[in-house]
């Protein structure tokens, strides 16, 4: 028997629950990943909730999650044996089924792993770690730059304070609270500002004197993604990449006009429509993990508590990538 995260029906955290079921059987071009850990992420709260994401409302009953990492237990009709037994990491796409024991996944799809690579870390680069590449290649960051980054201790934020500052940039990390802050610091950030803080644009300008924010990277959104904006000098460029937040930062045409901002947003479309398409990124991430050059922060939890990693994750009392350890 496989153990499983259901959920039953929409709601809040609590709707997530911990059942055994049947094993998972391997269709033709598939296999059947033994689970070492599954990737947490906004978007399944806002599914958990039943609001209309990129793949539609989802039929219950069903089991969350789309990114996992572990070793392939069986094989699928079409499939080479050789993947058996081989440790993997692999994001399911518009399916579902990682919260559990067991997932089943397109061989396609596969990315392999490397002996010393960690799984709930790999977890965190084949979803996050594709989208902070998007977001990058945006960017365009330059060691004369002075980066931007809000949600700076999150799963995002951390990587991309790290890629700015091995960019040379200097980076200004906005989180809320102080280890948060503290976190921000560590990875890179030469300025690291609380934004529970009612000052805390304040305490940004005052840091940087006569310099101005050239690249703000935003996943906020709202009140917070605003105030970013505003920090961004004229000839300077934001990129959006959400709105944790719950709403997208007031923005209009004449806003890019008198502050001379270029603004972009990452995600949606426009990852996949890259050469390679979205697999491309994702393994580009992975390698960048295992040859060292990035260390994704991982928020672990036991998989029978995902509706309190749910809870942590929404109520932001999380830092960097929340992944679950069956």
């Avoid at 949600?151 to 500052?165: K, S």
Wanted: hydrophobic share 50%.
């Amino acid at each position: 028997m496989m153990r499983a995260i259901r959920q039953h029906t929409f709601g809040g955290p609590e709707q997530l629950v911990f059942e055994e079921l049947p094993d998972l059987e391997a269709d033709a071009g598939q296999v059947r990943v033994a689970v070492q850990a599954a990737g947490v992420h906004l978007l399944d709260a806002s599914i958990r909730r039943g609001e209309p994401g990129p793949f539609g409302t989802v039929t219950l009953p069903m089991t969350p999650g789309r990114e996992v990492a572990g070793v392939v237990d069986a094989v699928g009709s079409g499939v080479d044996t050789e993947w058996l037994g081989r440790r993997v990491v692999v994001h399911l796409g518009a399916a579902s089924g990682g919260y559990a024991s067991q997932a089943v996944a397109p061989a396609s799809a596969l990315i392999t792993l490397e002996s010393h690579v960690d799984a709930a870390e790999a977890v965190a680069m084949v979803g996050t770690g594709r989208t902070a590449l998007g977001i990058l290649d945006e960017a365009q960051l330059a060691p004369r730059d002075v980066v931007l980054v809000t949600a700076a201790a999150g799963g995002l934020g951390t990587l991309l304070v790290q890629a700015a500052a091995n960019a040379g940039c200097l980076v200004v990390g906005v989180a809320g609270g102080a280890s948060k802050v503290d976190r921000a610091r560590s990875l890179g950030a030469g300025v690291a500002i609380d934004y529970l803080d009612a000052d805390w644009v304040g305490q940004v300008q005052a840091a940087l004197g006569d310099r101005r924010v050239t690249v703000a990277l935003d996943g906020v959104g709202g009140v917070i993604g605003r105030a970013a904006f505003e920090l961004v000098g004229p000839g300077g460029r934001m990129v959006l990449f959400g709105y944790s937040e719950g709403s997208p930062m007031e923005l209009n045409a004449d806003d890019l006009f008198v502050h001379g901002v270029a603004v972009t947003a990452a995600i949606g479309p426009r990852m996949f429509a890259r050469p390679g398409g979205i697999q491309a990124l994702a393994e580009e991430a992975v390698k960048r993990l295992a040859a060292d050059e990035w260390h994704p922060v991982v928020d672990r939890f036991p998989l029978a508590q995902a509706a309190e990693a749910h809870d942590a994750l929404e109520t932001r009392r999380t830092t960097g990538k929340v992944v679950l350890i069956p």
